[in-house]
């Protein structure tokens, strides 16, 4: 009997032991599916931040540069730098003379190359043009196949035919490598440029800049409104059903999925306003929408927390309600008011789907200057390099979304430090 | 434009400043004039008062001038009266006039911070109408061009239909002309994303959830917590860069291992990612419920004989239960509407199986491949995009009301 009972204490124990590693189990997925996803990410970065450069011996030939001989800056802004930079790889290589080869040659350099390199030259009004006729030893930006080789994305056990680079161009890149003349230099670029087809040439200067108008309009709109519309539930309504109804307005707008607002937003800012499609107006009015409720609520929370002894000593030496409310009260409730703000700022600018549906999403190559310009952001940027077919633009990629992630962080840890600082416990 | 744009925000702006001082400035000079002449006369309103309530009537007159003008401008106006400098003109003499009027009623008896007050609460008043306001913007236009939908499609096509293919052909006589808008094989796939998602996100947040307040000491808490928080705070993309990169190729490649044949866009990937996302929702709410029932019916058990386990299977669990359902519920509206995570790891074409290892579409995801690029508004194409759009707001809205009708009908209360 009492064998049994033992047994059957024995049992229940072990059942309690799997049932307490159970739950240390589901936690352990949970964070090792995070920190899997993380570290696979910033694996996959990596890449992205280094670029191989060419040096080449490039002359500056009138020939080329100044047809007509009249040293015209504007003239010769719009010359035909790659063909110099073609003509010095094809000196680099003398034995490449057949068509194909060139073809194969030229493939080295990045095809934005002289584009670059005639702005770099032609930069200021006043250039001196002096280099025409001479020559000079200049790096240039790889083409993205020669970088993913460098970077042994591209490996040589792979068959010609199915490899990106042939057995020819990698003997090239082998002799440059050989002289010297290719090093991989930190990818400045990245964060200089906007958007581009060429791999090497993509940046993320532009989905931030997107970035920082939406999240602007975003927060001069649903702040002030947010903060507003909580002191009214707040302080002013009288609780019944008109008061409730809103409130239960607010919650359901919180649930309501993103895409939806995506939609609200098409239909009555684009189409009965005729707003611009892709412009960063658009986008914050859209994602204010969205955080209003969030704002709300935590600045709600926040004006509950502070004590009725306040306003009532501030009544109590004659102010008025408004003179309550914005001398006393909102001050107080400010911190928490805040860093609601920011964490609705921080889930709006990770939003994606809502922003694809007010044409965010288009292929955008200048970084927009003002509010009404097309722009895109980096959530939607990283998206449209998901759909590209270079293997350069997976790095890019993740490495956009260390960008995103640590904006976040940023983020975060100043609403974080905001509570830690400011929070009253009365 | 936007020049003009930034030049009239900054004039007004100058204009509002102008006419608080002005009020100011006309306040005070009143009041001098006036206590000079006898001590009796009190001044109502202090100074800054007035000044606000002639910035208010120097704003007012300008800014309802102003979206008047810019709604009646693109059809309704001469073209003289449509410019952007005409706009200007108008908006600074409203804000002159209004400014005028104002610093005339400014007088020792002129009780402006009643006139103030009221305005703040007024404008409090609607900011807060703006979330209703935007309610009934989604209701309204969803409501609407799912009309205009159905009009064109029958709504027993939409609901029952089994054949997907929105594509309407440009010329009368191509293959596949007229589209057809059985909306079956979605709503199938988002069953089926959902169902694997919850699979995982249930049993992993609820034994998070119980670890968390039931095992794990307070310092496992104050980090494991705010680590696990980190899921909800990543930006959906992100899970579908991950699910479509790496979980889905790593998942095709094992598959074919075992002679299963996946697809590269496989319900499964998009299931499992979404499943992790959605963890820290059902952990942290079920957290909650978990941590409200009272510690006397713990001890209580705990004198039975009943091991921590058992207490929490036989006592917790249940009288936690309706807060848990609530938390399930917010947690499956959550991943029908999500977006990203399905647009990149599970496919555009309609597909009605119940395989996980099969490429399924979802309603968000047809609603955002029918809508991204340019679009005519009278298309049947475009207008199912809105009636999916109805269907998944209906269906996270009952979700959500139903989510908060069992927690208030249901909650044992502890007193």
Known sequence: MIDKMSRHTKKRYQAERRFKIYGLLAIMFALGFLGLMLSTIALRAIPAFTQTYIQLTVEFSAKILDVDNKRDVKQIARADFQKIIREALYAEFPAANKRQDKKHLKKLVSSEAGYHLSRDLLAAETTDLNFIGTSAAIWVKSSDDVDSFIKDFISREVDEINRRLNDQQIGWIDSLIADGKLETRFNWDFFKFADSRSPEDAGIRGAVMGSLFTLAITLMLSFPLGVFAAIYLEEYAKPGRITDFIGVNINNLAAIPSIVFGLLGLALFLNIFGMSRSSPLVGGLVLSLMTLPTVIITTRAALKSVPPSIREAALGIGASKMQTILHHVLPLAMPGALTGAIIGMARALGETAPLLMIGMVAFIADIPTNINDPATVLPVQIYIWADSPERAFESKMSAAILVLLFFLIVMNGLAVLLRRKYERRW | ?415
């Open chain 2, 1 to 415: 434009m936007p020049y003009t744009t930034t030049i009239s925000i900054f004039v007004s702006l100058c204009l509002l400043v102008t006419a608080y001082f002005w009020g100011v400035k006309r306040a005070i000079a009143t009041k001098r004039s006036q206590t000079a002449l006898s001590t009796q006369v009190k001044f109502h309103s202090l100074p800054g008062f007035h000044g606000a309530y002639v910035a208010i009537w120097c704003a007012i007159p300008s800014l309802v001038l102003f979206v008047a003008w810019q709604t009646l401008r693109p059809n309704f106006l001469p073209q003289w009266l449509a410019q952007d400098m005409a706009g200007l003109v108008l908006l600074i003499s409203a804000g002159i006039l209004g400014l005028f009027f104002a610093q005339k009623r400014i007088a020792s008896r002129f009780k402006a911070r009643h006139k103030v007050e009221t305005a703040f609460s007024l404008v409090m008043l609607l900011s807060s109408l703006v979330a209703v306001f935007t309610t009934f913007g989604v209701v309204v236009s969803l409501v609407f061009e799912t009309m205009r939908f159905f009009s064109k499609v029958s709504v027993s096509e939409f609901l029952f239909g089994l054949h997907w293919s929105p594509q309407i052909a440009l010329r009368a006589d191509q293959v596949a002309s007229s589209g057809s808008f059985g909306a079956v094989s979605i709503f199938a796939g988002t069953l089926l994303i959902t169902a694997i998602a919850m699979l995982i996100a249930v049993p992993i947040g609820l034994f998070s959830a119980i670890y968390m307040s039931e095992y794990a000491t307070p310092k496992f808490r104050t980090w494991a917590k705010p680590l696990l928080e980190i899921l909800a705070g990543i930006p959906t993309v992100v899970y579908g860069f991950f699910a479509a990169l790496t979980i889905a190729p790593f998942m095709r490649n094992w598959g074919f291992e075992l002679g299963l044949e996946i697809s590269s866009e496989s319900a499964m990937a998009a299931g499992l990612v979404m499943g992790v996302m959605i963890i820290p929702f059902v952990s942290s709410l079920s957290d909650d419920v978990i941590n409200a029932v009272p510690q006397t019916l713990r001890d209580g058990s705990a004198a039975l004989g009943a091991t921590k386990s058992e207490t929490i299977r036989l006592v917790l669990l249940p009288a936690a239960l309706p807060g848990i359902v609530s938390s399930v519920l917010l947690a499956t509206s959550r991943a029908i509407g999500e977006t990203m995570i399905v647009v990149m790891a599970a496919g555009l074409a309609a597909n009605l199986t119940a395989n996980p290892f099969q490429a399924v579409t979802t309603v968000t995801v047809q609603i955002l491949t029918l809508l991204v690029g340019d679009q005519e508004f009278d298309s049947p194409k475009t207008l199912a995009a809105f009636a999916l759009g109805f269907v998944l707001f209906l269906l996270t809205l009952g979700l959500n009301i139903l989510a908060l009708k069992i927690v208030n009908k249901y909650r044992e209360k502890y007193d």
